[in-house]
């Protein structure tokens, strides 16, 4: 990893160059055309941008126009950007790059036609690094980092292979890091690069070192955070940042909370929300929505704190469709907890599925059926069960699993209506759709404080929307919600909380009836909360903030 942090400022100028010596040999390697080539409904990772966006990007560029500047667009799409730029941009010299030629129109060739435009067919991949532009404009593909195996957006195809930087690059990183940092490479000192890009940069672990880059190579000049979208129609956070190309990093970063497109349109009152950070707390600062609660207070916890055994997830099959059993078929099957929809009330009672899981010996029916499953994952597409293949051509016991560890406590990753720890007191077996916990002391109590409003809240603002009402927590963000500590509470709380909890247990989930134990739960922990804070919160506030996630 980057230690930008470290690095005094007289030595900056060094660092930058060493890092940016190692990018341009990651990506100044030439190309085989063919295998750059897209496939017939290959994933290109394609979101558009809107006219709006489209021209409220084109503004923050025309902040820095210079006469004649020279602007790239590596991925023009339908060439939204370009065709976007006014009486101003009539002199710049403008090169476009589209690596899927379908979308190349008559109408955006006639546009290349004039002679301070050129429209290169191919990878930007391709691109000579060499190539330096004052301006870059772009919404890169975003595909993610398990889904770059083969075709057009591999990482071969991207010089992922380059020993310089295998340890540079995390292995996680979607695609649009790579055109991020290859773009950067392609500006001119001082020159400017506006992308829109999605928000998982803000919190993921790659985007620790998305941000170190920037740092390195440059500074952020401004952040808009569409936390609910940017794109019409795909309901997912994004942002769009400016960057520079220049080591001036006593100027802040501008960063402006937004909640989706309409926002837009009252462009002259975006700076009213603009929160102002110095460069390196780019590094430092929390991008999730800010709360009315202080979880910073001593009284709350991270959750990887308060249990016996490290968080993970459940265990994995194989295949789901090939492993994964509605009813008890064959002899080394284990029951299993799969489908959390099936777990009617907060305790699990029984298992809902099995999951075929061979340890020593092998009785000749599953023999059978696994030389039949193993037949049918050859012959499926190329792209579909890639490991899975790689492990039947070098392991003999390319079938055989992980069985994780039990835990009296799972909890579901996908989030909608529902964000329940259900209580699993005798420790069945779970898939990987769950998160495992096991918590020793104080069960109950702990039951009753993880289904709280407090706890939900937190998980919540940990998560990322999928679209659609869907949200999703990550492990590593699983781990560090905030819940109250229960070491912290009364004698007379925690007993109430146990009964509560023990109430809790066999409510239904999807009814009413839990509704009013929670709010006892609630309201217990408020009381405790405002003690210790000398506040006056009120249940009205967490059901409001916990609202704001789910509609």
Same mark, same amino acid.
């Given at each position: 990893?980057?230690?930008?942090?470290?690095?005094?400022?007289?030595?900056?100028?060094?660092?930058?160059?060493?890092?940016?010596?190692?990018?341009?040999?990651?990506?100044?390697?030439?190309?085989?055309?063919?295998?750059?080539?897209?496939?017939?409904?290959?994933?290109?990772?394609?979101?558009?941008?809107?006219?709006?966006?489209?021209?409220?990007?084109?503004?923050?560029?025309?902040?820095?126009?210079?006469?004649? +500047?020279?602007?790239?667009?590596?991925?023009?799409?339908?060439?939204?950007?370009?065709?976007?730029?006014?009486?101003?941009?009539?002199?710049?010299?403008?090169?476009?790059?589209?690596?899927?030629?379908?979308?190349?129109?008559?109408?955006?060739?006639?546009?290349?036609?004039?002679?301070?435009?050129?429209?290169?067919?191919?990878?930007?991949?391709?691109?000579?690094?060499?190539?330096?532009?004052?301006?870059?404009?772009?919404?890169?593909?975003?595909?993610?980092?398990?889904?770059?195996?083969?075709?057009?957006?591999?990482?071969?195809?991207?010089?992922?292979?380059?020993?310089?930087?295998?340890?540079?690059?995390?292995?996680? +990183?979607?695609?649009?890091?790579?055109?991020?940092?290859?773009?950067?490479?392609?500006?001119?000192?001082?020159?400017?690069?506006?992308?829109?890009?999605?928000? +998982?940069?803000?919190?993921?672990?790659?985007?620790?070192?998305?941000?170190?880059?920037?740092?390195?190579?440059?500074?952020?000049?401004?952040?808009?955070?569409?936390?609910?979208?940017?794109?019409?129609?795909?309901?997912?956070?994004?942002?769009?940042?400016?960057?520079?190309?220049?080591?001036?990093?006593?100027? +802040?970063?501008?960063?402006?909370?937004?909640?989706?497109?309409?926002?837009?349109?009252?462009?002259?009152?975006?700076?009213?929300?603009?929160?102002?950070?110095?460069? =390196?707390?780019?590094?430092?600062?929390?991008?999730?929505?800010?709360? =009315?609660?202080?979880?910073?207070?001593?009284?709350?916890?991270?959750?990887?704190?308060?249990?016996?055994?490290?968080?993970?997830?459940?265990?994995?099959?194989?295949?789901?469709?090939?492993?994964?059993?509605?009813?008890?078929?064959?002899?080394?099957?284990?029951?299993?907890?799969?489908?959390?929809?099936?777990?009617?009330?907060?305790?699990?009672?029984?298992?809902?599925?099995?999951?075929?899981?061979?340890?020593?010996?092998?009785?000749?029916?599953?023999?059978?059926?696994?030389?039949?499953?193993?037949?049918?994952?050859?012959?499926?597409?190329?792209?579909?069960?890639?490991?899975?293949?790689?492990?039947?051509?070098?392991?003999?016991?390319?079938?055989?699993?992980?069985?994780?560890?039990?835990?009296?406590?799972?909890?579901?990753?996908?989030?909608?209506?529902?964000?329940?720890?259900?209580?699993?007191?005798?420790?069945?077996?779970?898939?990987?759709?769950?998160?495992? @916990?096991?918590?020793?002391?104080?069960?109950?109590?702990?039951?009753?404080?993880?289904?709280?409003?407090?706890?939900? @809240?937190?998980?919540?603002?940990?998560?990322?929307?999928?679209?659609?009402?869907?949200?999703?927590? =990550?492990?590593?963000?699983?781990?560090?919600?905030?819940?109250?500590?229960?070491?912290? @509470?009364?004698?007379?709380?925690?007993?109430?909380?146990?009964?509560?909890?023990?109430?809790?247990?066999?409510?239904?989930?999807?009814?009413?009836?839990?509704?009013?134990?929670?709010?006892?739960?609630?309201?217990?922990?408020?009381?405790?909360?405002?003690?210790?804070?000398?506040?006056?919160?009120?249940?009205?506030?967490?059901?409001?903030?916990?609202?704001?996630?789910?509609?």
């Amino acid at each position: 990893m980057l230690n930008y942090v470290c690095e005094p400022y007289k030595e900056l100028e060094e660092v930058v160059q060493t890092f940016e010596e190692q990018l341009e040999l990651f990506f100044s390697k030439d190309f085989e055309t063919k295998t750059n080539k897209p496939k017939q409904d290959e994933n290109l990772g394609q979101v558009f941008t809107s006219a709006i966006l489209a021209k409220f990007m084109i503004g923050l560029l025309k902040e820095s126009l210079k006469p004649y +500047s020279s602007i790239l667009d590596p991925c023009i799409g339908p060439n939204t950007f370009f065709k976007a730029m006014n009486e101003d941009f009539s002199n710049c010299n403008l090169k476009g790059i589209e690596i899927d030629i379908s979308l190349i129109t008559e109408e955006i060739k006639k546009f290349y036609e004039s002679p301070n435009r050129t429209l290169i067919k191919g990878s930007f991949f391709d691109f000579p690094i060499t190539e330096k532009f004052d301006q870059i404009v772009q919404n890169p593909p975003y595909v993610r980092q398990e889904l770059l195996i083969e075709g057009a957006n591999s990482k071969d195809s991207i010089r992922y292979n380059v020993s310089s930087l295998l340890s540079t690059i995390p292995s996680q +990183s979607n695609l649009y890091i790579y055109f991020l940092l290859k773009s950067i490479l392609h500006l001119k000192e001082g020159g400017v690069m506006v992308a829109v890009i999605y928000d +998982s940069w803000l919190y993921s672990s790659f985007g620790k070192f998305l941000k170190e880059s920037f740092l390195k190579l440059g500074r952020l000049e401004s952040i808009y955070h569409f936390k609910k979208s940017a794109f019409d129609n795909v309901e997912v956070g994004a942002t769009v940042i400016k960057f520079v190309k220049d080591n001036n990093h006593k100027k +802040s970063i501008s960063y402006i909370p937004l909640n989706d497109l309409n926002d837009l349109r009252t462009y002259n009152g975006l700076n009213a929300n603009c929160i102002k950070l110095k460069q =390196q707390e780019l590094l430092t600062y929390s991008f999730n929505n800010q709360s =009315q609660i202080n979880y910073k207070s001593s009284l709350f916890k991270e959750l990887k704190t308060i249990v016996s055994q490290p968080i993970q997830r459940g265990t994995s099959a194989v295949v789901n469709s090939h492993f994964i059993f509605s009813k008890n078929e064959l002899p080394e099957l284990k029951p299993i907890i799969k489908d959390v929809s099936r777990i009617k009330t907060y305790t699990v009672n029984e298992e809902n599925a099995y999951i075929l899981a061979v340890n020593g010996s092998i009785s000749n029916e599953t023999k059978q059926y696994l030389e039949s499953v193993k037949n049918e994952i050859l012959k499926t597409p190329t792209q579909k069960f890639i490991a899975v293949k790689r492990d039947i051509e070098t392991k003999r016991d390319w079938y055989k699993i992980n069985l994780k560890a039990t835990g009296n406590f799972i909890f579901n990753y996908y989030l909608r209506n529902n964000i329940d720890f259900i209580y699993n007191p005798n420790k069945f077996l779970s898939s990987d759709n769950f998160y495992i @916990l096991n918590i020793k002391n104080n069960e109950l109590a702990n039951f009753a404080i993880l289904n709280s409003s407090f706890t939900r @809240l937190n998980t919540l603002s940990n998560s990322r929307s999928q679209g659609n009402g869907l949200r999703k927590i =990550q492990l590593y963000e699983f781990k560090e919600v905030k819940v109250i500590d229960v070491n912290k @509470l009364s004698e007379l709380t925690i007993k109430k909380l146990e009964l509560l909890g023990k109430e809790l247990m066999n409510v239904s989930r999807y009814e009413d009836d839990q509704k009013h134990i929670i709010e006892s739960i609630d309201l217990l922990l408020i009381e405790e909360y405002n003690a210790i804070n000398c506040s006056s919160l009120t249940i009205d506030v967490l059901i409001n903030e916990i609202k704001e996630y789910l509609n």
